[in-house]
């Protein structure tokens, strides 16, 4: 499994994706905007096509290109439901954000629960329920690389904002505490912005959420 990281959109939310050119396979976790562009330049070059289209959270910056990703692609999408108003009515955070993104409304395909394990390019991922950020955000945790997908709920040395619809610190708090730091110490954390970093780096150096 090859990992790509495509920062993309007005505020650079990184996109992941992951290919397996043995398998003529390929998965996406986030698509902000414009990122179809990288995206389909990187499977015509290891000939692999999209199946699979997995969301962190429903916030804007991570969905923005996800419709045009699933035309080009009909790759299946999967989400956690507690962010269904925001992925399939997102006209609404044009509201809260105060001016206009040019969303479009996804279909998904499968609503996540936690614990469920996804199967992906001959591996499987476990589904962690990290809520605080907003209501439906999401972890993909490999256990097999090592690699714990996050979205916006760590940043390396931050957490995400809980001042948007739906955030909470405390729940923001408890899910880094009881999902995140409870993953092994030397798992690597891809967030939603910013560099990667680990969960031993995290527990013992987070200002706001320590270990």
């Known amino acids: 499994m090859k990992l790509h990281v495509l ?5 650079q939310t990184n996109a992941y994706l992951l290919t397996a050119q043995e398998r003529g396979e390929a998965i996406l976790i986030d698509a902000p905007g414009d990122v179809w562009a990288d995206v389909a330049d990187i499977l015509t070059e290891e000939k ?4 699979e289209l997995w969301i962190t959270h429903g916030h804007w910056d ?34 809260f954000m105060g001016e206009r993104l040019n969303l479009e409304p996804i279909h998904v395909d499968r609503w996540l629960k936690a614990g469920e394990r996804l199967k992906a390019l001959g591996t499987e991922a476990e589904v962690r329920h990290v809520p ?34 739906g955030g909470d610190f405390k729940v923001l708090e408890q899910s880094i505490r009881e999902q995140i730091y409870t993953l092994p110490a030397d798992t690597k954390i891809f967030p939603g912005h910013g560099p990667v970093t680990t969960v031993k780096a995290e527990r013992a150096g987070n200002p706001f959420v320590s270990g």
């Open 7 to 11: 920062p993309a959109g007005p505020i």
């Open 132 to 165: 605080g950020h907003c209501p439906g955000n999401v972890l993909f945790y490999f256990a097999s690389s090592g690699a714990a997908f996050v979205g916006d709920a760590l940043f390396a040395g931050s957490v995400g904002r809980t001042d948007l619809p």
């Open 62 to 95: 991570h969905t923005q290109g996800g419709a045009e990703v699933v035309r080009e692609t009909k790759s299946r999408v999967s989400a956690h439901a507690a962010d269904r108003e925001m992925i399939e009515t997102p006209e609404i955070m044009e509201r």
């Open 48 to 51: 692999c096509r999209l199946t």
